[in-house]
């Protein structure tokens, strides 16, 4: 067991032995930390938060009570193989979050990028790819080998099939069952997501140019209304709408392999 010396650590913690907490951390009353958990500096453990399995949390972040974090995966083809949860910087894990290590079959690594914020009742299941900025609302869940990227919004009792891929930027409304592929950029809702439109509110809060969004709209119809299969479409878009970054981002994204088929415009 290593505790840096400006550790605060509740007399009522349990810090098993081979643990690893870094300078500035808080661990709270009647926490458990496991014996191959890291925390790295300034890591704040609310009380009764429960940190076990092969676990490193980035520095800063928060993890608030009754959230249970590195846990076996929920999968029968788990064989107890050694696998690992990888958190990063700041993140922000609130009450009865859960998020489980991965599994050999899936690459044996969940990772969650920076800066985070997932509420209340948030599941992150095994092998999930979690990037920076996504913010999980109350209650819901990313089944096994997601891949969520940078500043993605789940809304709240919203489930993500297992292996779909969540491009950056995208929004999934409330209350929505998400199936297939969701391309960068892109608002899904409904109790069977469609693709609906564009995340043009999340767009203008980053400052994207009104020459990239009109270029994004210009996307967005061709894929809906232009000729031919979705993938065909998608690879002419940077030459039909315009050179913009957003727009290579999508046909990148469509292109790219996957194993789920895409939600398409409605």
Known sequence: MTIDATAQIHPMAVIEEGAVIGPGCRVGPFCVVGPE????????????????????????????????????????????????????????????????????GGGGVTRVGDDGLFMAGAHVAHDAQVGNR?????????????????????????GVHQWVRIGQGAIIGAVTMVTHDVIPHGLVHGPRG????????????????????????????????GEGAFQDRARRLPETCGDSAYVRQISEFVLAATDRHFLTPG
Not at 80 to 88: F, Q, Y
Not at 147 to 156: C, Q, S, Y
Not at 199 to 211: D, I, Q
């Open 37 to 104: 958990v890291t925390l790295a500096a300034d890591v704040t453990l609310k009380s009764h938060a429960v940190i076990s399995g092969w676990t490193e949390i980035g520095e800063g972040s928060v993890i608030f009570p009754f959230a249970n974090v590195g846990d076996v995966p929920q999968d029968l083809k788990f064989a107890g193989e050694r696998t690992r949860l990888v958190i990063g910087k700041r993140n922000r894990i609130r009450e009865g979050v859960t998020m489980n290590t991965g599994t050999e």
């Open 134 to 158: 996504v913010i999980m609302v109350n209650n819901s869940a990313l089944a096994g080998h997601c891949v969520v990227e940078d500043d993605v919004i789940i809304g709240g009792l919203s």
């Open 194 to 225: 469609q693709l609906e439109g564009l995340n043009l509110v999340g767009l203008k809060r980053k400052g994207v140019s009104r020459e990239d969004i009109t270029a994004l709209r210009a996307a967005f119809q061709a894929l809906a209304q």
